[in-house]
């Protein structure tokens, strides 16, 4: 594996015609979710590119952004024994020679509203700037995006819509990896005590309760069954949500003329968790 920490080194490598590029954009605190993305992208591509960058301008909230868990080493390692061809690993001012104050934004209108957007103000704003930059640098023909960040990669749509990319871009969306009991892996999970690792499933079993109730029951009485089980166990539920899985127009009750899709966020002790699944 390549690494480049320059955007003009990395262009120079990247410049060969005729070859498609397989793009993973992340954070890093790489984990099996990251590098599901990496074996997706491979089958498809002559050339992928991972990027790690803990890009300031998303973090809502400075105490998440000063925590987010940096691991470097163990990155590469994983990057290397996955097949990574490219590790793209710049600074911030590599990022945004301009300065990273939000000079370019896109209007993500309806999906910066609901859920993630409305709890995170700013988060997608600072999102489509980094994604449009890394796609500018990077001309992936496709990008490859985790379900477990289900309005990202609708947002991520948009931007791709919003920068005319349409016939240059594919977005691939991939599935969510959990683990063994269920927990969508997350960089924030090694943040969690052992107590607390031990109830993090229970936003999974939430959701295999919307799932499976949408023939038996109204969603308000689901929800409130979630709401309750989860601060039973001492989580502060954000959300759970359903919504039409399209579009995510907020649901009142299951509909199944639309294909659906449940969502929740919500913190366990300092750690935000969000999970969702595609009813069907
Ligand atoms: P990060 O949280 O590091 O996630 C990078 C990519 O991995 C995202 O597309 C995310 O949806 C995917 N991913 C995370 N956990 C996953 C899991 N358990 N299974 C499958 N895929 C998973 O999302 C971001 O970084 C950033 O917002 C980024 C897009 C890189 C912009 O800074």
Redesign the pocket.
């Known amino acids: 594996m390549v690494i480049f920490k320059k955007v003009a080194d990395l262009q120079q490598y990247l410049a060969t015609p005729g070859q498609t590029i397989g793009f ?11 590098i ?2 990496i074996d997706i992208a491979k089958k498809a591509n002559d050339i992928v590119v991972c ?1 790690i ?1 803990v ?1 300031p301008t ?1 973090f809502n909230d400075k105490a998440d952004f000063e925590k987010y868990p940096i691991t470097v080493d163990a990155d590469i390692a994983m990057l290397i024994e996955s097949g990574c061809d490219v590790l793209f690993l710049p600074s911030v001012d590599e990022v945004y020679p301009g300065g990273s104050s939000l000079s370019q934004t896109y209007d993500f209108g309806y999906l910066d509203t609901i859920l993630e957007g409305a709890q995170r103000p700013g988060h997608f704003k ?2 489509g700037q ?2 449009g930059r ?1 796609l500018e640098i990077v001309k992936p023909q496709y990008l ?6 289900y309005q ?2 609708m947002v ?1 749509t948009k931007l791709i819509e919003l920068m005319g990319w349409g016939n240059k871009t594919k977005l691939i969306i ?5 683990e063994a009991d269920g927990l ?4 924030r999970n090694r943040r969690l005590t052992d107590p607390q690792r031990l109830l993090a499933a229970t936003i999974y079993q939430c959701l295999v309760s919307i799932q499976g109730k949408q023939t038996t029951d109204n969603f308000s009485t689901v929800q409130k069954e979630c709401m309750d089980l989860l601060r039973s166990k001492g989580f502060e539920p954000e959300y759970v949500a359903l919504a039409t899985a399209k579009d995510l127009t907020l649901l009142n009750d299951y509909d199944t003329s639309h294909p659906m899709i449940a969502l929740i966020a919500a913190k366990l002790g300092d750690v935000r968790l969000i999970d969702n699944m595609l009813l069907n």
């Open positions: 993973v954009p992340t954070l890093g605190a790489l984990h099996k979710g990251h599901s993305l990027s960058f890009n998303q600072g999102v980094v994604v890394l490859y995006l985790g379900q477990k960040d990202q990669c991520l991939c599935p969510t990896v959990r969508a892996m997350s960089s």
